[in-house]
């Protein structure tokens, strides 16, 4: 029978010639990742199994991003706990505050070249689904399978059907890999690939660059599903050569690709040309509106930032929006680089001057306001958009405050405005 | 194996930020998070439960955060099973390595109301509703799940192999 591309991942690292769906496989993993919040868990879960140590420590990644710089006593406490961890096992890859390579964890991983094509990998966060833009197989887990995972380097999985998003053609100008996926969510729903993957095909994959395909990814999640992939092509090599030059110089990869007789559960054909700018209204992700169909709703504060849109592209693209331009008056615009490069790169190329002229205050990369932990949380009644990617209730503070979920243009067009605006309303 | 106790009923798509809410994340500790367990859907919930009683609610139960704070908070709260026509994943995933109990049954989550007395047959997988006098027939777990919910989870279960 033949096996679509997730399927060939699970198979080679199981040992297995054939998967099918449905089936209960052991396999390998190439990458194990925590972070702030998941890690103390799965700590003491690692301990309580007498594990005398990890199974590889330059393949397990440690991010302490959450509630870092830590916003309380609490939180200091869980990543003095974390660090600790990590230097007794001597971890590879682990991140401190400050360093050059820290950050959002899903920003970080794939920027400090630790995700390659046909890797397994599982992460105990749920977004640990964005490395399926690189070709690997990457799902999100909680902290009694990440503590396992450290002590054994396997893990077990059943394998998923999959959809098939066969995309065509290329995105208007100002509609992004986030207006895509929220789109897709509101079409199927946040259950409409409940342990599925979603598996993005056709010729209009050529058109993503890697910063739409993480964004899209980093949301399978948000539709419920199990993975988000896409096909290894030259945009991903390109990746590589920056990012992860030693893995790739040494052909530390594998491109595996769906059977041309692949069967997917279903098959949902999408023309890039025909998705609006989107906004997903509170309080879940398949509230998808398009630009254009709503009233006005006024808002109090944006968010730019995190491991759907705080990469490099998203920021030059903000800096397009934001330049020469003034945030509306009371309201506060947040931008927050995911990563000590983003941020470094900001500063070169003069971004950060262009935000702080706009009236935007600039963090330090953390996860923040995203899960409303710190750094921008709402009030009661207050309203904000944000390039996240949850918008559930007390999501980003009070229950009684709203998230809409959009892209960068959106955002930005919408921090200007001091209410929910596309981009076309700032020329 | 049995469970015997009231029905608290939600609606579809319970997430894991109203199940336990980000902001008290810091801490792992069980009965903290129980003390916050559902407040954001449901502000009574933590003085109302009772040892025993069981969570009914729509489909894809647990959807968001892959946090096991969730199933661990809403297990310390003394909940004994959540009934659901299905749950999210990475929930279903965590419950199960937690040990807490959870049932697939669109039937029974369609028809039991808020505040029925239920009681669940975790080896039949028979849910019975004493309230109304109907039953239900879920899928009875396989031997595996119901070691590691009788071990009190993944840990135990491992441990005492
Ligand atoms: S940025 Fe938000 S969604 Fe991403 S890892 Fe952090 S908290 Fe999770």
Not at chain 1, 386 to 395: E, L
Request: proline share 5%; hydrophobic share 40%.
């Amino acid at each position: 029978m033949s096996m679509t591309m997730t399927q060939k991942i699970l198979a080679a690292h199981a040992g297995l010639e054939q998967v099918n769906p449905g089936q209960l496989i052991e396999a390998k993993l190439d990458l194990v990742l925590g972070n702030d919040v998941t890690t103390p868990p799965a700590i003491k879960v690692f301990e309580e199994t007498g594990a005398a140590d990890v199974f590889d420590k330059s393949k397990v990644a440690l991010v302490p991003d959450h509630f870092t710089p830590n916003k309380d006593i609490k939180s200091a406490e869980h990543c003095a706990m974390m660090r600790t961890f990590a230097k007794r096992f001597d971890i590879d890859n682990y991140y401190e505050q400050g360093e050059a390579e820290m950050g959002i964890e899903h920003v970080v991983l794939p920027e400090n070249g630790l995700v390659m094509p046909g890797y397994a990998i599982i992460g105990a966060d749920s977004h640990t689904c964005t490395y399926g833009a690189l070709g690997a197989f990457a799902t999100g887990v909680g902290s009694t399978d990440l503590a396992c995972a450290m002590a054994a380097g396997q893990t077990w999985f059943r394998v998923p059907e999959a959809i098939n998003f066969k995309l065509s053609g290329q995105l208007k100008p100002g509609v992004t890999g986030k207006d895509l996926i929220l789109h897709i969510i509101g079409m199927i729903g946040v259950d409409g690939a409940l342990y599925q993957s979603m598996e993005f095909t056709g010729s209009g994959v050529a058109n993503l660059p890697m910063s739409d395909r993480l964004t899209i990814c980093n949301m399978a999640i948000e539709a419920g599903g199990k993975n988000g992939i896409f096909p290894v092509d030259q945009i991903t090599l390109d990746y590589l050569k920056v990012f992860a030059p030693e893995r790739y110089e040494r052909g530390d990869y594998t491109v595996f690709s769906a059977d041309e007789d692949a069967s997917y559960i279903r098959t949902i054909e999408i023309d890039l040309a025909s998705v609006p700018l989107t906004v997903a209204f509170p309080h879940l992700p398949e509230n998808a509106k398009a630009i254009g169909t709503f009233g006005r709703v006024d808002i109090d504060q944006v968010v730019i930032g995190s491991c759907t849109n705080g990469r490099m592209e998203d920021m030059r693209l903000a800096a397009d929006y934001l330049k020469g331009r003034k945030v509306s008056k009371g309201l506060r615009l947040i931008v927050i680089p995911g990563s000590q490069r983003v941020y470094r790169e900001c500063l070169r190329e003069g971004l950060i001057e262009i935000f702080v002229d706009a009236g935007a205050v600039v963090s330090a990369p953390t996860c923040g306001p995203c899960l409303g932990g710190h750094m921008g949380i709402l009030a009661a009644g207050e309203r904000c958009v944000a390039t996240t990617n949850r918008n559930f209730v007390g999501r980003m503070g009070h229950p009684k405050s709203e998230v809409y979920l959009a892209g960068v243009p959106v955002a930005c067009a919408s921090a200007v405005k001091g209410y929910v605006a596309g981009p076309d309303e700032l020329l | 194996m049995n469970a015997q106790g009231k029905a608290f009923k939600y609606g579809a798509n319970v997430d894991t930020d109203v199940i336990i809410p980000a902001r008290y994340l810091n801490t792992a500790d069980p009965t903290e998070l129980a003390a916050h367990c559902m407040e954001d859907i449901d502000k009574s919930f933590v003085e109302r439960v009772k040892p025993g009683d069981m969570i009914v609610a729509g489909p894809n139960f647990g959807c968001g955060s892959s946090r096991e704070h969730a199933p661990v908070a809403i297990k310390a709260s003394g909940v004994s099973c959540v009934i659901a026509p299905s749950f999210a994943r990475i929930f279903y995933r965590n419950a199960i390595n937690m040990g807490l109990a959870i049932m697939e049954c669109p039937e029974a989550a369609e028809a039991i109301n808020d505040g029925d007395e239920l009681v669940v047959d975790f080896d039949s997988g028979v849910i019975k509703n004493l309230t109304s006098g109907s039953s239900y027939q879920a899928e009875p777990f396989p031997e595996f799940i119901k070691k590691i919910i009788e071990a009190d989870g993944l840990v135990g279960y491992i441990s005492k192999k």
